[in-house]
């Protein structure tokens, strides 16, 4: 159930010091050649392991992955950079790899240099301590603001996928979002990581909220080191897509359910739309609606406020198609709204995940959404926490 | 300093029983032959007084505003815009006007009906009531969540331009959960007031964001009336237009003030950017962030998550430009982030109002925005008000 689930992986998660308490530093390479890829922020601004990590990528295949919790390493200019640059050379030279085979990724505080000397020793300590059986120090060396380690791994027909996450919000003072690093023994080619990892990503990390923020660091590294033997036929590679999909989908879920704050997971399915990535950005408006994420806190199915949330969703220039008379609403499958008119019902919402059902009587269009509700202590953690 | 500053205007407002306690209704009327032309909110879910005012717009000029609180009409179905057509006969009947010369305007709960006897009742009483000083009372009547009425008047070169608003909650550009009438003095022709009054909302009621929400009701409504002899010219027409945009901004200014739980108003200043429309998208993001909203709540001059919202404000399909190594930021003018590095200063945030100023150092766009802060009593006032 871990990011060494998969056969040949080994990782470490030690205390470097970046942060006062708890591990903070983790180390996960492949022990055979392996490929990789990796999805990255679309945030302007970008933190420095990203900007180096995006280069290490372009020259080469990457075999090992090393996270740092505490320090963001964004918005630290050319020394910034520098360290990025010596993080990798450090982990390549005490695991026996180029510089360009390391990825570097960091979460913490923005606009704070790394203690290099604490991360360099801390990069020496994790590559020493790698084994097969460090996936959950992992875990645990890369939580910010989280409340708890994300895993998952799926066992697939003769291979294994395997990952963890951190996510939480993009917060505490200037901590930046989610990480997450997914490691296979499927065989695959050099160049096709990419593909698959941008489908499974597409369906679960870029389908989630918490607050509607996007950082300046997140990062989705997946590797494939082909330990198992697997013949490569469509069915084959149709099932490592399903499998690295719901390993993606597990971490995503549980990156939301771990919100900050939150108190209810909301499911939200919106159907009938015009197409689908019409429905994508009404359900990515309801998952972000303050409005919407309130009343969930408050357990109300207030129907009103995801009509209007639904109604104002960006899309091509204007507003995703939507006709009021044609829409129907339910909460946890009871209907409140049914084309056009209210029903009347009103669900009693009590457990820890909401349903919420839009159909918008158009087209065939389809898209869902998880998202965290928006509750006193998302705004206590964010609030109080300061610089 | 009311709606009913300029000369020729009367209102009144009255406690129809919409709602249990308070005054609940107003109308306002020109008492001389008026032109006129509203802005509506761009949400594709529209409440049935918004479909309706828009089609009597289309044949008539308006000559007097009918404003409930405490019901949307919207997600009423056929009845609701039924409800809504009545409402304008009524009150034409007793102003002696036809229908299509009065424009309705709701604003409350959504998916309920109007309680249609006590709407008919109440502008049957409001008529009769009717005076040069109901202003007070008409801005009184129009509030749901607000904690104060907003009002604003402005003395031009030989005219007056006055005003009232409602707001406090889903509040965005695009005019969302928002109302607001003008009323001048100055001499319009037909068809002139629309050119006017969309200049003045672009840059007042569209750079306010509360909570990003944007509503099936918004309204901005102007009468003119020509109630003062003054000379056209082009000298003439600027004065009014700005008098009219001073009007308009200050109730924006007020709205924002009084945002659901507010306790702080941000005032963002983007400049330095590509072009005009990518400042406003900038200054958008920033007024829209939870993360950017909450640390003001917690007077944290928290540049990272400035920095992190600018870097990802949509537009054209993917996010404004911007270079973080040419950015600059600066908190009630002390800077904390100078062209891409970190300065060290920690302003001291005490005041009701905090400026953050934004050079993106690229080019010669800017633009503003005002925005409510993120509190405990957003969460409480949305958490627990059930629909």
Redesign the interface.
């Known amino acids: 159930m871990s990011v060494t689930a998969a056969e040949g992986f080994a990782a470490a998660g030690v205390h470097a010091g970046i942060r006062r308490a708890g591990p903070d530093l983790a180390v996960v390479r492949s022990t055979r050649p392996a490929v990789g890829a990796a999805v990255w922020t ?5 933190a420095a392991p990203v900007v180096v990590s995006k280069r290490h990528l372009m020259t080469a295949e990457p075999q090992a992955v090393v996270i740092n919790a505490g320090v963001a390493n ?2 630290t ?1 050319g020394a910034g950079i520098a360290d990025a640059e010596r993080t990798a050379a450090e982990a390549g030279h005490a695991l026996g790899l180029f510089p360009e085979q390391v990825v570097v990724l960091s979460t913490g ?3 704070v240099q790394l203690p290099m000397d604490r991360v360099l020793a801390g990069v020496r300590e994790a590559s020493t301590a790698l084994s097969t059986a460090g996936g959950e120090a992992a875990a645990g060396a890369i939580l910010t603001t989280d409340r708890w380690p994300k895993q998952a791994a799926v066992d697939g027909n003769g291979f294994v996928v395997g990952g963890m996450a951190k996510g939480a919000g ?2 505490h ?2 901590l ?1 979002t989610m990480l997450a690093v997914v490691t296979t023994d499927y065989p695959l080619e050099a160049g096709e990581p990419l593909e698959f990892l941008r489908e499974a990503v597409d369906t679960s990390f870029n389908r989630i909220s918490v ?6 660091n997140d990062a989705v590294v997946l590797l494939a080191n082909g330990a198992r033997e697997v013949e490569r036929t469509a069915a084959a590679d149709e099932g490592f897509a399903a499998a690295l999909g719901d390993v993606c989908a597990a971490l995503a879920r549980e990156i939301v359910s771990d919100g900050e704050g939150s108190t209810v997971l909301l499911e939200i399915a919106v159907s009938g739309a015009a197409s689908d990535v019409e429905a994508e950005a009404v359900a990515r408006r309801i998952a ?4 919407v994420k ?2 969930a ?2 357990r ?6 995801v ?6 969703a ?1 899309w091509n220039g ?8 044609r ?1 129907s609403v339910s909460f946890d499958g009871v209907s409140v ?1 049914l084309r ?3 029903t009347g019902a ?1 669900p009693a919402l009590g457990g820890t995940a909401v349903a919420i059902d839009l159909d918008l009587g158009l087209g065939a269009g389809s898209a869902s959404y998880l998202a965290s509700d ?3 202590d ?3 953690l ?6």
């Open positions: 679309t945030n302007r601004v970008l964004a918005a200019g505080v923005i606009g993009m917060i003072p200037r930046a607050d509607g923020e996007c950082s300046t972000t609606s303050p409005l309130t009343a806190f408050g109300d199915p207030n129907w009103g406020r009509l209007a949330a639904a109604g104002s960006p204007g507003f995703a198609h939507l006709d009021a008379d829409l709204f056009g008119q209210p009103k928006l509750t006193y998302y705004v206590k964010n609030a109080e926490y300061t610089t």
